[in-house]
């Protein structure tokens, strides 16, 4: 009898004016007694591995036959739905019939094309059923994405983990970041309303909407990590914590983490916070490994703080600058106005390890409130429910990028206060994705957000400020520059309309984040290769920028290395100061480490959700990146590279809502 009054309450609701719609739904959705998500009754523990599932959801046969099939190449389409009688769940096929008392919750579409074109794809959407919580539709579909994923979530851990390993035997960092994370996730379920023992439903989410979106996101979490454990022994992988796809999930920021918690470092700036005596805590150290750490007067640290920085300032060489680009400098971003206002585009290219090339582009559709982005388009990684890169596509017309700010000097990281009161960066952008409405929306919420790691500068892009042929709005493009303890907010749109471009190239531009990372010291120092806007990729952009006219250019503009030609432009002769580096190519250091991509977008493409892609090193006017040599032998055998294909010779990929695309209509 309540499932028949609901029918005639939704009919109802679909039957109304639109002004009246909403106000329906609310109601209707107030009178159902919803399919809920159990917690546990006990306190869970996130630090431990492999622990109990959420919730059972049986999955049958055909289902899990295809998430084998597709572990190296294939598609296939699955379904979460759930007895609202019974108040059970199971995985089958998208195709699959229903039972009569039986609703779908969640969805996902996976093909595996690596092997084709360098990319899987992968779209999740849940349904709008209210009889159905967001939080079980959530759970649902983490679990499809870590069932129908498992084998390359495997691969990029294991690549990920080979990766961390080396920076972990430099700054025994790990179990600092793993007790970041853990208070993280429990400040999520504390201020989320996550009670040990209840049901979660939409009747007792939070009403911040801040904390509202963290649950969902930590949910959505939970039911990737357990569908992949679930998985783990078939392909051959390590069970997972919590904690463990926390960090997996913050693989875009892992080297500046072991950065800021490294041991020495989070001991001294502990010392600092727990002396009372000590009125300068904001202040910060540089290279620890010289300094007494126990009994040091505040103002005999500081000195020693002093000549370390100005030391190691001394010491920064060409050397020096590629190891730092290579652990941290992640990318090259370019937001280009066209000829006459023709066309607005944004383009970006992640620099990386080539170990970390298991790439997946994903579409979310989740509708997760009303006034709440409910679509997104974004490249991604295996496990990964963010980018990382970053390169995200919003239905509300918001476009976000960014390129990581090189740390110069570890002395900012003293401002970092440990409390684990923030949630994890990879949510807080995702979240921030999702509750922004405009460009300023969006660099509000990151300021108002910040963990003091994940030092960026950040370019969004409000498509609703363009009109091809008119003069930008404000607030089109708006920029924010996070380091630790700073966050600088510009809108750049009158910047933009008289240059034409925005170029980023892992530089910190406006004056107070600079003099707080050491780029106005080592620029001083050692000039223009620290420089805000005369370092090398400035100056190609500078060159370059302006000749972009149309996609095929942004394409090429993206894919840019002219080794060793480049000099004209760039100011330094290497592989490695280029739009798109290719360290590998290096005659003194190679290293398989540089542009591992590109995506583009225009203002056609923006409003369907997509974006061209491409996988791999450039080799647009170099040679296609190869792991071996022509006799087979392994040209970087200390690099791990599970899951990937050796030569890397792809084209470029439209991708949108419903995966690869001809041209969607632009």
Known sequence: MKLVLLAAAVAMVHGAAPAQRAAQQLAVESAVQQFGLSLPKAATDFMAVRGKALRSIVVDKSSDADAKSVAFEGATSMMVSADLKAQTLRLSPAAAKLGPDEVQVAWVKYNNTVKKNGWAY?????????????????????????????????????????????????????????????????????????KSGSILSDANAPKDAWWKQARYSLVQAWGLLDAYNRQVDQVKGKPMSMVDLMILNSDGETPELEMAYDMEEALLRQSEHDDPSDDDSGKVFLQRKTEHTTHTKPHARKAGRQELRKEEM??????????IKRADGRCSALVRLTKDNSDLMVGH???????????????????????????????????????????????????????????????????????????????????????????????????????????????????????????????????????????????????????????????????????????????????????????????????????????????????RNRYPNEIAHGGANTPDHAIAARGDLDAKYPDPNGAVDAKVTNFCMAKRLMADAISGPTHDTQKPFNWKDANGKQLFPKAPHDGMP??????????????EAADGGC
């Open 349 to 559: 290219t992640t620099f990386s390890d080539y170990s970390e090339m298991t790439r997946v582009f994903k579409h979310y559709d989740f509708p997760l409130g009303d006034g709440v982005s409910q679509k997104m388009t974004f490249s991604s990684y295996p496990g990964v429910m963010g980018s990382t890169d970053d390169y995200y596509i919003m239905d509300s017309g918001v476009v976000v990028t960014e390129t990581t700010i090189s740390m110069l000097t570890d002395e900012p990281y003293d401002k970092l206060q440990d409390n684990g009161t923030q949630v994890p960066d990879f949510m807080r952008i995702m979240m921030s994705n999702r509750l922004a409405k405009t460009a300023t929306d969006w660099v509000d919420l990151m300021k108002s957000s910040a963990t003091g790691t994940y030092s960026s500068q950040w370019m969004v892009v409000d498509y609703k400020g363009f009109t091809p042929g008119k003069p930008l709005k404000n607030g089109t493009l708006m920029v924010i520059e996070q380091a630790p303890g700073v966050s600088h907010i510009s809108d750049a749109t009158t910047f933009l309309q008289s240059q034409g471009y925005w170029g980023s190239e892992n530089r910190a531009w406006f004056k107070d984040v600079r003099d707080a990372i050491g780029s106005t010291e080592a620029t001083e120092v050692h000039g223009a290769l620290f420089s805000a806007d005369k370092n090398p990729r400035a100056r190609i952009f500078e060159a370059s920028a302006p000749q972009v006219q149309s996609l095929v250019d942004m394409r090429t503009e993206m894919r």
């Open 646 to 659: 050796d030569y890397w010779n792809f084209d470029w990929v439209r991708m949108g809502p419903s995966g």
């Open 122 to 194: 992968l779209s999740a959407a849940t349904t709008k059923d209210a009889r159905v919580s967001r939080e079980l539709k959530m759970y649902a579909a983490g679990f499809l994405e870590g069932l129908s994923s498992a084998q390359q979530i495997r691969d990029f851990q294991h690549n990920a983990n080979m990766l961390i390993a080396s920076d972990e035997n430099r700054h025994h960092a790990m179990g600092n970041i793993r007790a970041m994370f853990n208070k993280n996730i429990n400040t999520i379920v504390k201020l989320g309303d996550m």
């Open 314 to 323: 001394k010491t920064l060489n060409e050397k020096v600058w590629l190891k």
